[in-house]
Nanobody, 124 residues
Framework: QVQLVESGGGYVQAGGSLILSCAAS????????MGWFRQAPGKEREFVAA????????YYTDSVKGRFTCSRDNANNTVYLQMNSLKPEDTGVYFC?????????????????WGQGTQVTVSS
């Protein structure tokens, strides 16, 4: 079992920045990849970013490339999502997820455990 807890969401104006954190517990953190997804009201949950078990590889959806950076601190069992130049279309609930199988997965079904989400609201 893995428990994931996101934090760092909030309200920000367009062009601003936020850093999301996801604290993991329950299994050896450095043995699995991590991902970030988001869900806007009335829309499907979509992939945002993924990071390999050691942080050496990352992958981003096109709409956030160059603006978002995913990183991890295995010593502290935490993964981060640095979000810069935020846009109103980035608004949504952001979820972190743990992937024990695929590594850099982009599908919801690639992930085994999920956090409860943190709300990000970007005003225009």
């Amino acid at each position: 079992q893995v428990q994931l807890v996101e934090s760092g969401g909030g309200y920000v104006q367009a062009g601003g920045s936020l850093i999301l954190s996801c604290a993991a517990s329950g299994r050896t953190f450095s043995r699995y990849a991590m991902g970030w997804f988001r869900q806007a009201p009335g829309k499907e949950r979509e992939f945002v970013a993924a990071i390999s078990w050691n942080g050496a590889r990352t992958y981003y959806t096109d709409s956030v490339k160059g603006r978002f950076t995913c990183s991890r601190d295995n010593a502290n069992n935490t993964v981060y999502l640095q979000m810069n130049s935020l846009k109103p279309e980035d608004t949504g609930v952001y979820f972190c997820a743990a992937d024990f199988t695929y590594g850099l997965g982009q599908r919801r079904t690639d992930y085994d455990y999920w956090g409860q989400g943190t709300q990000v609201t970007v005003s225009s």
